[in-house]
């Protein structure tokens, strides 16, 4: 059996060199051409994706002239049966498949922003066509359908611990940067969006630096729309988009004062704020002749507004149906 496994790692150069070839002919210029982190996930991707045939159906070029003279085994369609039966290792199985789809799973989101369903059908199907042709290469590989459900269970385990992990990943990882985005003054038809993004990034972000109860006034699930409509009224108030999804939105009335200033709670640590922030002093500077900006800053965001040197004047304290909510009223002059 050893010898013949040698043999078969043998026939799989074929195949690793194809895939190299692959790689620097439709790939590596094109990864080469965005930032670093892009290019260094997306090879880390294709390296895994290199391994997973290695061990699944390698060697596959030498073996195609032999497909016609092997008998097709059918998909094994009784799930967990070894276990079951006890049959064989039947627990180290199911634990390596389970873990050899997990890194599929937290590279995804990765590359592109997916949600539970597309990594879980994204795997299943993967897996699907993986156990489908491995009888067709190998006739020592059986089809079995307890593989395809383990492999699924691993890429969402895989992606359960990027969402674990994702503020610290998109951070000091992937540290994402917007290049195509639009900014505009806010229009009525904006008014539901924007307050669905304040109210998701409240509940998703601030809620590392306060309680439910204040994050249960500070931002109602219910709101008067009218109301909302009518705050912006006398201000500037800019939406920034990227691909038609409004991403951020801030206001300053004309005594610099900015009232709302939000990002997205999925775009955050992408330069939004950033780019939000210097677009609207600008236009406030030349619309109001502003000569100093001021702001109540949340917890959270104090250490964004300190980047762009706005120093704290005093802690505020807000007390709103009974719940007490801090925040720092910060000022920041224009030279």
């Not at 002239?65 to 369609?77: A, D, E, G, H």
């Not at 990594?119 to 307890?146: A, F, G, H, K």
């Not at 395809?148 to 503020?167: D, M, P, S």
């Not at 540290?175 to 307050?195: A, N, P, V, W």
Request: one cysteine or more.
């Amino acid at each position: 059996m050893e010898e013949v496994y040698i043999v078969l790692e043998a026939r799989s150069l074929l195949d690793f060199l194809v895939l190299l070839l692959v790689y620097f002919l439709f790939f590596y210029k094109r990864w080469k051409k965005k930032d670093k982190t892009t290019f260094m996930i997306n090879t880390l991707m294709y390296c895994y994706i290199s391994i997973l045939l290695f061990l699944t159906l390698m060697p596959i070029l030498t073996s195609i002239p032999n497909i016609s003279l092997s008998s097709y085994k059918p998909m094994y369609l009784v799930p967990f049966d070894d276990l079951i039966k006890s049959k064989g290792p039947a627990e180290r199985q199911i634990f390596l498949n389970v873990l050899m789809l997990v890194p599929f799973g937290f590279l995804l989101p990765m590359i592109k922003k997916q949600n539970i369903l597309k990594v879980t059908l994204t795997t299943m199907l993967m897996s699907l066509t993986i156990e489908i042709i491995q009888p067709l290469l190998n006739t020592y590989r059986i089809s079995d359908v307890t593989d395809v459900i383990t492999n699924t269970i691993g890429g969402v385990l895989g992606y359960l611990i990027y969402k674990a992990c994702e503020g610290l990943i998109e951070k000091y990882i992937l540290k994402r940067k917007i290049t195509k985005y639009s900014i505009r003054e806010l229009e009525e038809s904006d008014l539901e969006e924007t307050y669905k993004l304040f109210y998701n990034t409240v509940v998703n972000i601030n809620k590392r630096d306060y309680d439910s109860k204040q994050i249960s006034v500070w931002a109602p699930k219910n709101i008067d729309f009218e109301s909302w409509r009518d705050s912006f009224n006398n201000k500037l108030a800019l939406v920034m988009l990227v691909d038609q999804e409004i991403v951020g939105f801030a206001d300053v009335d004309q005594d610099g004062y900015i009232d709302r200033f939000y990002v997205h709670y999925k775009f955050q640590g992408m330069s939004v704020g950033n780019i939000l922030l210097e677009a609207l002093e600008k236009e406030a500077i030349e619309r109001f002749s502003c000569e100093s900006f001021t702001t109540h800053s949340s917890i959270t965001a104090l250490p964004f507004f300190e980047r762009f040197e706005y120093r704290i004047e005093h802690e505020n304290n807000v007390i709103r149906n009974d719940v007490e909510l801090t925040n720092y009223y910060m000022k920041k002059e224009i030279l």
